[in-house]
Protein backbone atom coordinates (compact mmCIF):
# COMPACT_ATOMS: atom_id res chain seq x y z
CA UNK A 1 0.00 0.00 0.00
CA UNK A 2 1.60 3.41 -1.10
CA UNK A 3 1.82 6.27 2.08
CA UNK A 4 -0.50 8.48 0.54
CA UNK A 5 -4.34 7.95 2.18
CA UNK A 6 -6.32 4.84 0.95
CA UNK A 7 -9.09 5.60 -1.41
CA UNK A 8 -12.84 4.74 -0.19
CA UNK A 9 -14.93 2.45 -3.11
CA UNK A 10 -18.34 0.63 -3.05
CA UNK A 11 -19.18 -1.97 -5.40
CA UNK A 12 -22.47 -2.46 -6.31
CA UNK A 13 -24.85 -3.37 -9.68
CA UNK A 14 -28.41 -3.07 -11.17
CA UNK A 15 -28.97 -6.11 -13.08
CA UNK A 16 -25.51 -7.07 -13.00
CA UNK A 17 -24.63 -4.03 -14.61
CA UNK A 18 -21.54 -3.06 -12.16
CA UNK A 19 -19.87 -0.32 -11.03
CA UNK A 20 -17.22 0.89 -8.75
CA UNK A 21 -18.68 3.60 -6.38
CA UNK A 22 -16.00 6.37 -5.74
CA UNK A 23 -17.46 8.83 -2.62
CA UNK A 24 -15.95 12.05 -3.42
CA UNK A 25 -18.38 14.62 -1.82
CA UNK A 26 -15.98 17.53 -2.07
CA UNK A 27 -14.88 16.61 -5.92
CA UNK A 28 -11.42 16.51 -4.34
CA UNK A 29 -10.12 13.35 -6.34
CA UNK A 30 -8.22 13.30 -9.58
CA UNK A 31 -10.18 10.80 -11.54
CA UNK A 32 -8.20 11.05 -15.35
CA UNK A 33 -9.56 8.29 -17.21
CA UNK A 34 -6.91 5.87 -16.79
CA UNK A 35 -7.50 5.68 -12.95
CA UNK A 36 -11.13 5.25 -14.36
CA UNK A 37 -9.91 2.34 -16.33
CA UNK A 38 -7.48 0.60 -14.10
CA UNK A 39 -10.57 0.79 -11.07
CA UNK A 40 -12.52 -1.12 -13.69
CA UNK A 41 -9.90 -3.08 -14.83
CA UNK A 42 -11.49 -7.05 -13.77
CA UNK A 43 -8.20 -8.21 -13.20
CA UNK A 44 -5.87 -5.67 -12.11
CA UNK A 45 -8.77 -3.47 -10.70
CA UNK A 46 -11.77 -3.60 -8.41
CA UNK A 47 -13.55 -4.27 -11.70
CA UNK A 48 -17.15 -2.85 -13.35
CA UNK A 49 -18.88 -1.90 -16.57
CA UNK A 50 -18.35 2.01 -14.89
CA UNK A 51 -17.76 4.06 -12.46
CA UNK A 52 -20.09 6.31 -10.37
CA UNK A 53 -18.63 9.07 -8.72
CA UNK A 54 -20.63 10.62 -5.78
CA UNK A 55 -19.71 14.27 -5.85
CA UNK A 56 -22.35 17.01 -4.24
CA UNK A 57 -23.77 18.96 -7.11
CA UNK A 58 -22.13 22.25 -5.89
CA UNK A 59 -18.94 21.17 -5.75
CA UNK A 60 -18.95 19.52 -10.20
CA UNK A 61 -18.57 22.58 -12.57
CA UNK A 62 -20.82 20.41 -14.34
CA UNK A 63 -23.69 19.97 -11.75
CA UNK A 64 -23.41 23.54 -10.02
CA UNK A 65 -25.98 24.47 -11.57
CA UNK A 66 -28.45 21.88 -10.78
CA UNK A 67 -27.78 22.11 -7.29
CA UNK A 68 -31.10 23.91 -6.22
CA UNK A 69 -32.59 20.84 -7.35
CA UNK A 70 -30.44 17.93 -6.64
CA UNK A 71 -27.56 18.02 -3.54
CA UNK A 72 -25.85 14.84 -5.37
CA UNK A 73 -24.30 14.50 -8.91
CA UNK A 74 -23.59 11.12 -10.78
CA UNK A 75 -20.48 11.40 -12.21
CA UNK A 76 -20.55 8.63 -14.52
CA UNK A 77 -17.64 7.06 -16.50
CA UNK A 78 -17.44 4.30 -18.96
CA UNK A 79 -14.83 1.37 -17.68
CA UNK A 80 -12.61 2.72 -20.73
CA UNK A 81 -12.55 6.37 -18.65
CA UNK A 82 -14.66 8.24 -21.12
CA UNK A 83 -17.37 10.54 -19.49
CA UNK A 84 -21.40 9.28 -20.54
CA UNK A 85 -24.02 11.87 -20.17
CA UNK A 86 -26.30 9.23 -17.92
CA UNK A 87 -26.65 5.76 -16.72
CA UNK A 88 -30.24 4.37 -15.68
CA UNK A 89 -28.53 1.07 -13.89
CA UNK A 90 -26.60 3.46 -12.55
CA UNK A 91 -28.66 6.42 -11.28
CA UNK A 92 -30.59 3.28 -9.26
CA UNK A 93 -27.42 1.82 -7.53
CA UNK A 94 -26.29 5.53 -6.80
CA UNK A 95 -29.76 6.36 -4.92
CA UNK A 96 -29.41 3.35 -3.03
CA UNK A 97 -25.73 4.28 -1.65
CA UNK A 98 -27.06 7.63 -1.42
CA UNK A 99 -29.87 5.89 1.38
CA UNK A 100 -27.89 3.32 2.28
CA UNK A 101 -24.84 5.46 3.63
CA UNK A 102 -27.28 7.73 5.26
CA UNK A 103 -26.67 10.74 2.71
CA UNK A 104 -30.12 10.87 1.39
CA UNK A 105 -33.95 9.57 2.92
CA UNK A 106 -35.49 6.93 1.60
CA UNK A 107 -38.53 7.98 -0.54
CA UNK A 108 -38.38 10.50 -3.17
CA UNK A 109 -34.76 11.87 -4.40
CA UNK A 110 -33.37 13.97 -7.05
CA UNK A 111 -30.26 12.80 -8.65
CA UNK A 112 -27.92 15.18 -11.03
CA UNK A 113 -26.97 14.09 -14.08
CA UNK A 114 -24.79 14.82 -17.28
CA UNK A 115 -28.35 14.53 -18.93
CA UNK A 116 -30.05 16.79 -16.04
CA UNK A 117 -31.62 15.62 -12.75
CA UNK A 118 -33.66 12.51 -12.43
CA UNK A 119 -35.69 11.57 -9.70
CA UNK A 120 -36.01 8.36 -8.42
CA UNK A 121 -37.70 6.65 -5.98
CA UNK A 122 -36.66 3.97 -3.46
CA UNK A 123 -37.83 2.23 -0.59
CA UNK A 124 -35.69 1.00 2.07
CA UNK A 125 -35.11 -2.51 0.65
CA UNK A 126 -36.89 -3.29 -2.54
CA UNK A 127 -36.80 -2.16 -6.25
CA UNK A 128 -36.23 1.35 -7.40
CA UNK A 129 -38.21 3.45 -9.68
CA UNK A 130 -36.40 6.18 -11.92
CA UNK A 131 -37.90 9.26 -13.48
CA UNK A 132 -36.20 9.00 -17.22
CA UNK A 133 -37.12 11.92 -18.85
CA UNK A 134 -38.53 11.63 -22.44
CA UNK A 135 -37.04 9.88 -25.05
CA UNK A 136 -35.77 11.73 -28.16
CA UNK A 137 -35.96 10.18 -31.75
CA UNK A 138 -37.41 10.61 -35.37
CA UNK A 139 -40.39 11.32 -36.36
CA UNK A 140 -42.02 8.18 -37.91
CA UNK A 141 -42.32 4.48 -37.72
CA UNK A 142 -39.19 4.13 -39.91
CA UNK A 143 -35.81 2.85 -38.93
CA UNK A 144 -33.41 5.23 -39.97
CA UNK A 145 -29.87 3.30 -38.80
CA UNK A 146 -28.07 0.48 -39.80
CA UNK A 147 -26.61 -1.90 -37.47
CA UNK A 148 -23.98 -4.94 -38.94
CA UNK A 149 -22.50 -7.39 -37.05
CA UNK A 150 -20.97 -10.29 -39.02
CA UNK A 151 -21.91 -10.45 -42.15
CA UNK A 152 -25.62 -9.70 -41.25
CA UNK A 153 -27.64 -5.96 -41.10
CA UNK A 154 -30.43 -5.19 -39.55
CA UNK A 155 -32.17 -1.61 -40.00
CA UNK A 156 -32.57 -0.12 -36.14
CA UNK A 157 -34.48 3.18 -34.58
CA UNK A 158 -31.90 6.18 -33.38
CA UNK A 159 -33.19 6.52 -30.05
CA UNK A 160 -31.64 9.03 -27.26
CA UNK A 161 -32.14 8.66 -23.46
CA UNK A 162 -29.96 11.65 -22.75
CA UNK A 163 -27.29 9.26 -24.38
CA UNK A 164 -27.16 7.58 -27.58
CA UNK A 165 -28.94 3.75 -28.51
CA UNK A 166 -29.21 1.96 -32.21
CA UNK A 167 -32.12 -0.51 -31.06
CA UNK A 168 -32.21 -3.60 -33.83
CA UNK A 169 -34.99 -6.21 -33.70
CA UNK A 170 -33.29 -9.47 -34.44
CA UNK A 171 -34.73 -12.77 -35.24
CA UNK A 172 -32.19 -14.25 -32.42
CA UNK A 173 -30.01 -12.75 -29.85
CA UNK A 174 -26.98 -14.96 -31.12
CA UNK A 175 -26.84 -13.32 -34.51
CA UNK A 176 -25.01 -10.64 -32.79
CA UNK A 177 -22.10 -12.51 -32.29
CA UNK A 178 -19.58 -12.95 -29.71
CA UNK A 179 -19.95 -8.57 -29.44
CA UNK A 180 -15.98 -8.41 -28.47
CA UNK A 181 -16.07 -5.86 -31.06
CA UNK A 182 -18.47 -2.70 -31.46
CA UNK A 183 -21.23 -3.86 -33.94
CA UNK A 184 -21.00 -1.35 -37.17
CA UNK A 185 -23.64 1.43 -37.38
CA UNK A 186 -24.38 3.41 -40.17
CA UNK A 187 -24.48 6.59 -40.99
CA UNK A 188 -21.71 7.21 -38.58
CA UNK A 189 -22.61 10.79 -38.80
CA UNK A 190 -25.84 9.75 -36.53
CA UNK A 191 -23.91 9.09 -33.40
CA UNK A 192 -20.84 11.85 -33.40
CA UNK A 193 -19.88 10.85 -30.02
CA UNK A 194 -20.52 7.36 -30.70
CA UNK A 195 -23.07 4.94 -29.53
CA UNK A 196 -24.46 1.85 -27.55
CA UNK A 197 -26.58 -0.95 -29.67
CA UNK A 198 -29.24 -2.98 -28.29
CA UNK A 199 -29.99 -6.17 -30.11
CA UNK A 200 -33.94 -7.28 -29.23
CA UNK A 201 -36.12 -10.20 -29.70
CA UNK A 202 -39.75 -10.90 -28.88
CA UNK A 203 -40.69 -12.82 -25.80
CA UNK A 204 -44.46 -12.03 -25.86
CA UNK A 205 -46.75 -9.25 -25.76
CA UNK A 206 -45.00 -6.31 -24.77
CA UNK A 207 -42.17 -8.15 -22.86
CA UNK A 208 -38.62 -8.10 -24.77
CA UNK A 209 -35.25 -9.36 -24.24
CA UNK A 210 -32.19 -7.66 -25.12
CA UNK A 211 -28.44 -7.84 -25.23
CA UNK A 212 -26.15 -4.78 -25.42
CA UNK A 213 -23.03 -3.44 -26.69
CA UNK A 214 -22.56 -0.46 -24.36
CA UNK A 215 -19.99 2.42 -25.94
CA UNK A 216 -17.01 2.14 -23.58
CA UNK A 217 -17.71 -0.56 -21.65
CA UNK A 218 -17.98 -3.51 -24.18
CA UNK A 219 -21.20 -6.20 -23.86
CA UNK A 220 -22.72 -5.70 -20.30
CA UNK A 221 -25.19 -8.12 -18.77
CA UNK A 222 -27.35 -4.69 -18.53
CA UNK A 223 -28.03 -1.09 -19.68
CA UNK A 224 -31.09 0.36 -18.07
CA UNK A 225 -30.69 3.72 -20.70
CA UNK A 226 -30.58 1.03 -23.49
CA UNK A 227 -33.80 -1.04 -21.76
CA UNK A 228 -35.29 2.21 -21.97
CA UNK A 229 -34.81 2.87 -25.67
CA UNK A 230 -35.50 -0.53 -26.62
CA UNK A 231 -39.22 0.13 -24.61
CA UNK A 232 -39.48 3.30 -26.84
CA UNK A 233 -38.89 1.37 -29.73
CA UNK A 234 -40.64 -1.71 -29.70
CA UNK A 235 -43.44 -0.19 -28.28
CA UNK A 236 -43.46 2.68 -32.07
CA UNK A 237 -43.15 -0.63 -33.78
CA UNK A 238 -46.51 -1.82 -32.16
CA UNK A 239 -48.38 1.24 -32.86
CA UNK A 240 -48.40 2.62 -29.34
CA UNK A 241 -47.14 6.36 -28.83
CA UNK A 242 -48.63 7.42 -24.97
CA UNK A 243 -47.89 11.26 -26.50
CA UNK A 244 -50.46 10.32 -28.87
CA UNK A 245 -52.80 8.32 -27.98
CA UNK A 246 -52.86 9.55 -23.80
CA UNK A 247 -52.64 5.67 -22.56
CA UNK A 248 -49.76 4.75 -21.05
CA UNK A 249 -48.05 1.46 -22.19
CA UNK A 250 -45.40 -0.90 -19.99
CA UNK A 251 -43.22 -3.51 -21.29
CA UNK A 252 -41.19 -6.02 -19.36
CA UNK A 253 -37.77 -5.98 -20.62
CA UNK A 254 -35.38 -9.06 -19.74
CA UNK A 255 -31.76 -8.30 -19.81
CA UNK A 256 -29.08 -11.35 -19.49
CA UNK A 257 -28.29 -9.82 -16.03
CA UNK A 258 -32.06 -10.10 -14.77
CA UNK A 259 -35.19 -7.98 -15.71
CA UNK A 260 -36.43 -4.03 -16.10
CA UNK A 261 -40.01 -2.92 -16.37
CA UNK A 262 -40.75 0.40 -17.65
CA UNK A 263 -43.56 2.58 -18.58
CA UNK A 264 -44.10 5.35 -20.85
CA UNK A 265 -46.87 8.14 -19.64
CA UNK A 266 -49.19 10.17 -21.80
CA UNK A 267 -46.72 13.39 -21.02
CA UNK A 268 -43.54 11.35 -22.93
CA UNK A 269 -42.10 10.47 -19.64
CA UNK A 270 -40.35 7.04 -19.14
CA UNK A 271 -40.39 5.44 -15.76
CA UNK A 272 -37.56 2.43 -15.64
CA UNK A 273 -37.75 -0.07 -12.17
CA UNK A 274 -35.56 -2.09 -11.11
CA UNK A 275 -32.92 -3.66 -8.33
CA UNK A 276 -29.98 -1.61 -7.02
CA UNK A 277 -27.33 -3.88 -4.98
CA UNK A 278 -24.65 -2.90 -2.80
CA UNK A 279 -22.48 -5.47 -2.40
CA UNK A 280 -19.11 -4.64 -0.73
CA UNK A 281 -17.00 -1.59 0.56
CA UNK A 282 -13.32 -1.28 1.04
CA UNK A 283 -10.61 0.96 0.23
CA UNK A 284 -8.00 0.89 -3.06
CA UNK A 285 -4.37 1.59 -2.70
CA UNK A 286 -4.27 5.27 -4.24
CA UNK A 287 -1.42 3.89 -6.13
CA UNK A 288 -3.99 2.20 -8.39
CA UNK A 289 -5.50 5.82 -9.11
CA UNK A 290 -1.56 7.18 -10.22
CA UNK A 291 0.00 3.90 -11.39
CA UNK A 292 1.87 4.68 -15.40
CA UNK A 293 -0.14 2.31 -17.75
CA UNK A 294 1.13 -1.14 -17.51
CA UNK A 295 2.87 -0.82 -14.43
CA UNK A 296 0.64 -2.64 -11.98
CA UNK A 297 -0.11 -1.26 -8.57
CA UNK A 298 3.58 -2.58 -6.65
CA UNK A 299 2.63 -4.36 -3.24
CA UNK A 300 3.32 -3.85 0.69
N1 LIG B 1 -25.12 1.00 -18.48
C1 LIG B 1 -25.70 2.28 -18.49
C2 LIG B 1 -25.26 3.20 -19.62
C3 LIG B 1 -23.83 3.66 -19.41
C4 LIG B 1 -23.36 4.71 -20.41
C5 LIG B 1 -23.19 4.18 -21.80
N2 LIG B 1 -22.18 3.17 -21.92
C6 LIG B 1 -22.83 5.37 -22.72
O1 LIG B 1 -21.64 5.57 -23.04
O2 LIG B 1 -23.75 6.10 -23.10
C7 LIG B 1 -27.19 2.28 -18.26
O3 LIG B 1 -27.61 1.47 -17.43
O4 LIG B 1 -27.91 3.11 -18.79
Not at 115 to 133: E, F, I, N, P
Not at 216 to 245: K, Q
Not at 285 to 295: I, K, N, R
Request: aromatic share 4%; hydrophobic share 45%; with cysteine.
Amino acid sequence: MSSAAPVRFLKGHGTENDFVIIPDPDGALDLPAAAVARLCDRRAGIGGDGLLRVVRSAAHPEARAMAGEAEWFMDYRNADGSVAEMCGNGVRVFARHLARAGLAEAGELAVATRAGVRRVHLAKDGDVTVRMGAARLPAGPEPSVTVAVGGRTWPARNVNMGNPHAVAFVADLAHAGDLRTAPAVTPAAAYPEGVNVEFVVDRGPRHVALRVHERGSGETRSCGTGACAVMVAAARRDGADPAADGVPVTYTVDVPGGRLVITEHADGGIEMTGPAVIVAEGTVDPALLTASPGAGVPNG
